[in-house]
């Protein structure tokens, strides 16, 4: 099970970070990705970051801004954005995966997802 939580309402070039809470499984197994679904839009890819942490990607209109890390102590993925953009508005979802992939129909377990809202 994965929980997600941190999102809100932000001006624009303010920050927010989230947290991904993963719980039943063991956590540091799994790749763990961000995805977001913007109004009106199809869900598509953030960030990932693999097992240890040791490497990281991003689409390109996060790069820079973004920061995805993890603590597998606690069982957790974070996304810290920074500079943010009325076009980074979306419902953001955390997601689990067994490979290092962008692509989302690799990631088997979702969580809820969390809106973000930046205003310009």
């Known amino acids: 099970q994965l929980q997600a939580c941190g999102g809100g309402l932000v001006q624009a070039g303010g920050s927010l970070r989230l947290s991904c809470a993963a719980s039943?499984?063991?956590?540091?197994?799994?790749?763990m990705g961000w995805f977001r679904q913007a109004p009106g839009k199809e869900r598509a890819f953030v960030a990932a970051?693999?097992?240890?942490?040791?490497?990281?990607r991003y689409t390109d209109s996060t790069k820079g801004r973004f920061t995805i890390s993890r603590d597998n102590a606690k069982n957790t993925v974070y996304l810290q954005m920074n500079s943010l953009k009325p076009e980074d508005t979306a419902v953001y979802y955390c997601?689990?995966?067994?490979?290092?992939?962008?692509?989302?129909?690799?990631?088997?377990?979702w969580g809820q997802g969390t809106h973000v809202t930046v205003s310009s």
């Open positions: 039943g499984r063991t956590f540091s197994n799994y790749v």
């Open positions: 997601a689990a995966s067994s490979v290092y992939e962008s692509v989302q129909s690799y990631y088997d377990y």
């Open positions: 970051i693999t097992t240890r942490g040791g490497s990281t």
